[in-house]
């Protein structure tokens, strides 16, 4: 009997039976894994659109006839035989779960891809096999985190510690090194997200907001932090974060690395302080000064504002030095830091810029530039005033007192901290020069000007001997029975623009640019040849040259005048040297040797500007010396002052008692040189009253061929 509703039940069923299937087949693909459904003979009943992305598949493929590129291993040399897996689990009936690893390898790209295959079969009540259920699985994420976490290791040494985060952010991988650097144990570190460990752990300058941002928009960052350690102690750290990216731009991991720099922090921080700071005094040096001043005008130039930089020296350091030697020194200059020191405000810059040069730059930000110097001056006196003590030193007892260069900034053209210490150093070289009440000298455009015109002199003076500019002059040296003993060679430079140039003015340049060498060598050789010259009308005339102490020092000197003498032929008893005190004091011995030498060659030595130097007579008596020059300003004053006369009549005694020769130099009248005679008949006579220095021709007609 026909059911009239057994066709709408067939209906209703179906109905239903399609609803379930369209339900299923929703759910597989809501799955994010791949699911393919077999038949028993291994047709594919279902598959899902994951499942087709892993895999190239569709409902038409079947594992018998048909094959994929399947391996059992990464590299693709081991080929995975799919139909015979499925049909096994299909054989034994496998209801649980049967998982293999595989690699898909794409022929296209060649890339593998790892897959974990899930397979079973499903059974029906009765005990049927009635499909086989496989999922795909895509472990390439967990295979990538293996393969990175294996090069980390092999990457990076021990040192380095690094983490790895996946995309949430978690750890899930810590090596040994950072376990130990930040004081976690790995199971704690895979509780945190790198943010939190950033946050709670990390110290830095940027935000980790703005950080996270960075490392979006770069995907990399990497820069120094402070990293606090669980077990409580900090450390300088180099770290880096990178974020990696599949191959859909997806964020798959972060990976930070992190490197303990405290002790390169360390050596740095060492290697600047040695760099900035003097050792000696702990002050800063004259690198950390210049870079204080120019920060300094930059900003006095920018709020119009003056602040006063004062350079001091110290007076007597270098004797300090070369007396007691250099530990003694040290420890001096090691005090008068101190007492500089605690002399000033706490924000004026205080710096030693070269041996004893201190220097000081307030910061008291005038607007008025007079009220700055009037406040630098007080300053000056009051540093003066601090330095001007009686300092022990290694149980002794040091007085020390200084001088002061100084000027208020900025001024024209004063945007350069060198430009600002040339002057100051113009400034106290200034103040060492001038006896003034105060101590200090205030910088002004003269000084610069000066400079410039003995630039501008040095320069002019480089080709005056080529050019045969240097002349010699000579002034006659007369006895007691005015006969002509001999000459004294004086040097003149003849300008071409300026004229004649007194020695007094370029003598003090040329020994200072060390031209001296080269104008006091063509001097010799001139001397040498116009006196083999002259001696040879009159044998017994004496000419004598100056020699500068410059000259005198050179290691070559007497190979040098004896290389001129062979030269000229002039016989050495006919030619006196003249070299003043000074040359003694830095080198005694050498000098003595020296002196001896010369002496033994033949050659007269005579002391030039005698009494205005430091040396005893007593101290000449041991040297061969021939004659001893009276200077000008002791002759100047006889008979009048008392005191002149008697340095002068203790001179001549002791002369003669030794048989060195005397000159009185600068002689003008016939007074003086009465007076002199009547202390010593055989006292020679140097002067305007005989003779002015004059030309060699004018000279040889005068005296030689009159
Ligand atoms: P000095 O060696 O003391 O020379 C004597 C100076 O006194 C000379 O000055 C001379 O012209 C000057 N004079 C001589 N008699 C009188 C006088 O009666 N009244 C006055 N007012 N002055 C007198 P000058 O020629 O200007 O030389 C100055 C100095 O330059 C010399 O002083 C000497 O130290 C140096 N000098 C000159 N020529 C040379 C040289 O070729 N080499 C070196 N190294 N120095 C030289
Ligand atoms: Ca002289
Ligand atoms: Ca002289």
């Given at each position: 009997m026909d059911d009239p509703n057994k066709d709408s039940r067939l209906e209703k069923t179906n109905q239903r039976l399609l609803e379930e299937t369209k339900n299923k087949l929703e759910i597989f693909e809501a799955i994010h894994d791949g699911i393919i459904v077999f038949s028993p003979?291994?047709?594919?009943q279902h598959i899902n659109s994951h499942a087709k992305k892993l895999l190239p598949l569709d409902e038409s493929f079947h594992p018998a006839s048909q094959q994929i590129r399947?391996?059992?291993?990464r590299k693709a040399t081991i080929s995975f035989k799919f139909f015979n897996w499925l049909n096994s689990i299909l054989e034994k009936r496998i209801s649980k779960p049967k998982e293999i690893m595989v690699w898909y390898s794409d022929p296209r790209t060649l890339k593998a891809t790892p897959l974990l295959f899930s397979g079973k079969v499903l059974l029906s009540?009765?005990?049927?096999?009635k499909q086989l259920l496989l999922v795909v699985y895509d472990r390439s994420i967990y295979s990538k985190a293996t393969e990175q976490k294996r090069l980390m290791q092999a990457a990076f040494n021990s040192f380095s510690g690094q983490v790895i985060a996946n995309e949430k952010g978690f750890i899930i991988e810590a090596n040994d090194s950072f376990i130990s650097m930040s004081g976690l144990s790995k199971n704690s570190l895979k509780e945190m997200t790198i943010m939190s460990w950033l946050e709670k752990y990390v110290k830095w300058d940027k935000d980790t907001q703005g950080l996270l941002k960075t490392i979006l928009e770069n995907r990399y960052w990497n820069g120094d932090v402070e990293i606090y350690s669980a077990s409580s102690h900090s450390f300088n750290a180099a770290m880096s974060i990178s974020m990696v990216l599949d191959s859909d731009h997806n964020v798959e991991f972060f990976i930070i690395n992190i490197q303990d720099i405290s002790e390169i922090k360390e050596a740095h921080s060492q290697i600047e302080h040695m760099a900035y700071y003097?050792?000696?005094?702990g002050l800063a040096n004259r690198k950390l000064a210049i870079k204080k001043l120019s920060k300094l005008i930059e900003e006095n130039i920018k709020n119009r504002q003056y602040n006063a930089l004062l350079q001091i020296n110290l007076d007597r350091f270098k004797a300090i030095n070369d007396s007691l030697g250099r530990f003694t020194g040290n420890r001096f200059l090691k005090r008068i830091a101190i007492a500089l020191r605690s002399s000033l405000r706490e924000d004026d810059i205080l710096a030693r810029i070269d041996g004893d040069e201190f220097i000081v730059a307030t910061q008291d930000n005038e607007a008025d530039p007079t009220i700055a110097l009037e406040k630098a001056k007080a300053l000056a006196i009051k540093i003066l005033d601090t330095l001007d003590h009686n300092f022990l030193v290694d149980s002794l007892t040091l007085h020390c007192s200084a001088r002061i260069g100084m000027l208020v900034f900025p001024n024209e053209n004063d945007d350069q901290p060198e430009k600002l210490l040339e002057k100051t150093s113009l400034a106290v070289n200034q103040a060492k020069k001038i006896a003034s009440k105060h101590r200090y000298y205030v910088y002004e455009k003269t000084l610069t000007e000066q400079v410039q015109r003995k630039r501008q002199m040095e320069n002019d003076l480089n080709h005056a001997c080529e050019r045969n500019e240097i002349e010699t002059f000579f002034q006659a040296q007369i006895d007691q029975h005015k006969n002509l003993y001999g000459a004294e060679a004086l040097s003149r430079w003849n300008h071409p623009k300026k004229g004649l140039i007194s020695p007094a003015e370029f003598i003090p340049v040329a020994e200072e640019s060390r031209l001296i060498l080269k104008i006091g060598n063509w001097v010799m050789v001139r001397v040498f040849e116009l006196a083999k010259q002259w001696t040879q009308i009159k044998p017994e005339l004496v000419f004598s040259i100056n020699i500068s102490p410059i000259q005198f020092h050179e290691a070559d000197f007497i190979d040098h005048v004896i290389s001129c003498m062979k030269e000229t032929?002039?016989?050495?008893?006919?030619i006196t040297l003249e070299l003043t005190e000074s040359v003694f004091i830095s080198d005694k011995e050498t000098a003595l040797e020296k002196i001896q030498r010369l002496d033994h060659i033949g050659f007269k030595i005579a002391i030039d500007?005698?009494?205005?130097?430091?040396?005893?007579?007593s101290y000449f008596q041991k040297l061969p010396i021939h004659e001893i020059k009276i200077d000008k300003s002791f002759v100047d004053k006889i008979p009048a002052s008392k005191e002149d006369t008697a340095i002068i009549e203790s001179i001549i005694y002791l002369a003669n008692t030794k048989n060195i020769k005397t000159v009185a130099e600068g002689v003008e009248t016939q007074k003086q040189i009465d007076f002199i005679h009547k202390i010593n008949s055989d006292t020679l006579i140097q002067g305007y009253f005989y003779s002015r220095p004059c030309d060699a021709e004018s000279f040889e007609q005068l005296f030689i061929k009159p």
């Amino acid at each position: 009997m026909d059911d009239p509703n057994k066709d709408s039940r067939l209906e209703k069923t179906n109905q239903r039976l399609l609803e379930e299937t369209k339900n299923k087949l929703e759910i597989f693909e809501a799955i994010h894994d791949g699911i393919i459904v077999f038949s028993p003979r291994l047709n594919i009943q279902h598959i899902n659109s994951h499942a087709k992305k892993l895999l190239p598949l569709d409902e038409s493929f079947h594992p018998a006839s048909q094959q994929i590129r399947l391996f059992k291993n990464r590299k693709a040399t081991i080929s995975f035989k799919f139909f015979n897996w499925l049909n096994s689990i299909l054989e034994k009936r496998i209801s649980k779960p049967k998982e293999i690893m595989v690699w898909y390898s794409d022929p296209r790209t060649l890339k593998a891809t790892p897959l974990l295959f899930s397979g079973k079969v499903l059974l029906s009540k009765k005990g049927r096999v009635k499909q086989l259920l496989l999922v795909v699985y895509d472990r390439s994420i967990y295979s990538k985190a293996t393969e990175q976490k294996r090069l980390m290791q092999a990457a990076f040494n021990s040192f380095s510690g690094q983490v790895i985060a996946n995309e949430k952010g978690f750890i899930i991988e810590a090596n040994d090194s950072f376990i130990s650097m930040s004081g976690l144990s790995k199971n704690s570190l895979k509780e945190m997200t790198i943010m939190s460990w950033l946050e709670k752990y990390v110290k830095w300058d940027k935000d980790t907001q703005g950080l996270l941002k960075t490392i979006l928009e770069n995907r990399y960052w990497n820069g120094d932090v402070e990293i606090y350690s669980a077990s409580s102690h900090s450390f300088n750290a180099a770290m880096s974060i990178s974020m990696v990216l599949d191959s859909d731009h997806n964020v798959e991991f972060f990976i930070i690395n992190i490197q303990d720099i405290s002790e390169i922090k360390e050596a740095h921080s060492q290697i600047e302080h040695m760099a900035y700071y003097d050792g000696l005094t702990g002050l800063a040096n004259r690198k950390l000064a210049i870079k204080k001043l120019s920060k300094l005008i930059e900003e006095n130039i920018k709020n119009r504002q003056y602040n006063a930089l004062l350079q001091i020296n110290l007076d007597r350091f270098k004797a300090i030095n070369d007396s007691l030697g250099r530990f003694t020194g040290n420890r001096f200059l090691k005090r008068i830091a101190i007492a500089l020191r605690s002399s000033l405000r706490e924000d004026d810059i205080l710096a030693r810029i070269d041996g004893d040069e201190f220097i000081v730059a307030t910061q008291d930000n005038e607007a008025d530039p007079t009220i700055a110097l009037e406040k630098a001056k007080a300053l000056a006196i009051k540093i003066l005033d601090t330095l001007d003590h009686n300092f022990l030193v290694d149980s002794l007892t040091l007085h020390c007192s200084a001088r002061i260069g100084m000027l208020v900034f900025p001024n024209e053209n004063d945007d350069q901290p060198e430009k600002l210490l040339e002057k100051t150093s113009l400034a106290v070289n200034q103040a060492k020069k001038i006896a003034s009440k105060h101590r200090y000298y205030v910088y002004e455009k003269t000084l610069t000007e000066q400079v410039q015109r003995k630039r501008q002199m040095e320069n002019d003076l480089n080709h005056a001997c080529e050019r045969n500019e240097i002349e010699t002059f000579f002034q006659a040296q007369i006895d007691q029975h005015k006969n002509l003993y001999g000459a004294e060679a004086l040097s003149r430079w003849n300008h071409p623009k300026k004229g004649l140039i007194s020695p007094a003015e370029f003598i003090p340049v040329a020994e200072e640019s060390r031209l001296i060498l080269k104008i006091g060598n063509w001097v010799m050789v001139r001397v040498f040849e116009l006196a083999k010259q002259w001696t040879q009308i009159k044998p017994e005339l004496v000419f004598s040259i100056n020699i500068s102490p410059i000259q005198f020092h050179e290691a070559d000197f007497i190979d040098h005048v004896i290389s001129c003498m062979k030269e000229t032929g002039v016989n050495p008893k006919n030619i006196t040297l003249e070299l003043t005190e000074s040359v003694f004091i830095s080198d005694k011995e050498t000098a003595l040797e020296k002196i001896q030498r010369l002496d033994h060659i033949g050659f007269k030595i005579a002391i030039d500007d005698f009494g205005t130097g430091y040396s005893s007579l007593s101290y000449f008596q041991k040297l061969p010396i021939h004659e001893i020059k009276i200077d000008k300003s002791f002759v100047d004053k006889i008979p009048a002052s008392k005191e002149d006369t008697a340095i002068i009549e203790s001179i001549i005694y002791l002369a003669n008692t030794k048989n060195i020769k005397t000159v009185a130099e600068g002689v003008e009248t016939q007074k003086q040189i009465d007076f002199i005679h009547k202390i010593n008949s055989d006292t020679l006579i140097q002067g305007y009253f005989y003779s002015r220095p004059c030309d060699a021709e004018s000279f040889e007609q005068l005296f030689i061929k009159p």
